[in-house]
């Protein structure tokens, strides 16, 4: 069966500081991958994604980016964060191919907090 | 542009008390229609797909149905542990993004 991880759970770093998040899924191959910020009442922003090692694709201009060094494993990135990075960020993957027929399945999340 | 729009955003019921969420989408040719449940601090967890108008699925309390503008989750005889935000999504054409809800944030009391 498939598993996704993401870690930390929870993360509380300062203003200015970097950032890495991770998120790796295993027992197929070839996956898409995508990272979510959710905030409180308004809905999942989905902020990139990545159909193969090396591809990413952004939906939103921002202060973060993401890798994908290994083809089941995603990154999401900043050098410098701000506090309007503070959120619940999602990890997801589908099975490779337009995913228009595949439901999501998502990981449980990082809480960052940012001082 | 595609869109997804759930109602009501929150919705409390007793226990026992059936109701019915509704998400209503605007999308140029339909493929999946998604329902996924959300426990605080958890990631979305997958329910149903529904693919064409007149379409239904099952499980335990829950069944989901689907027209050419709209689905719904409906929930009978709902019980304290059914409380969590229910999403749904919509993808369309080739596009490897679905678009989501905003959600509808549900609590059973006992």
């Known amino acids: 069966s498939q598993t996704i991880h993401q870690w930390p759970a929870t993360l509380v770093q300062p203003v200015g500081s970097p950032l890495s998040l991770e998120c790796t899924v295993e027992g197929t191959s070839n996956p898409n991958l995508y990272w979510y910020r959710q905030a409180a009442g308004r809905g999942l922003q989905l902020l990139f994604y990545s159909v193969g090692i090396g591809q990413i694709s952004s939906e939103v201009p921002q202060n973060l980016s993401a890798s994908r060094p290994q083809d089941r494993q995603f990154i999401l990135s900043s050098k410098k964060l701000l506090l309007s990075d503070s959120g619940f960020y999602l990890c997801?993957?589908?099975?490779?191919?337009?995913?228009?027929?595949?439901?999501?399945?998502f990981g449980d999340g990082t809480r960052l907090s940012i001082l | 542009e595609d869109q997804v729009t759930q109602s009501p955003e929150a919705l409390r019921l007793q226990e026992g008390e059936s109701s019915s969420l509704n998400c209503s989408y605007t999308v140029s040719g339909l493929r999946g229609l998604f329902w996924y449940r959300q426990d605080p601090g958890k990631g979305p967890e997958f329910l149903f797909t529904?693919?064409?108008a007149g379409e239904e699925k099952e499980k335990e309390r829950l069944k989901a149905t689907l027209t050419k503008k709209e689905s719904f989750l409906h929930i009978t005889a709902p019980k304290p542990e059914d409380s969590a935000t229910y999403l749904c999504a919509a993808t369309s054409g080739g596009s490897y993004i679905p678009t989501f809800g905003r959600g509808t944030s549900l609590i059973v009391h006992p």
């Open positions: 529904l693919y064409s």
């Open positions: 997801a993957w589908t099975r490779q191919g337009p995913s228009t027929d595949q439901p999501q399945h």
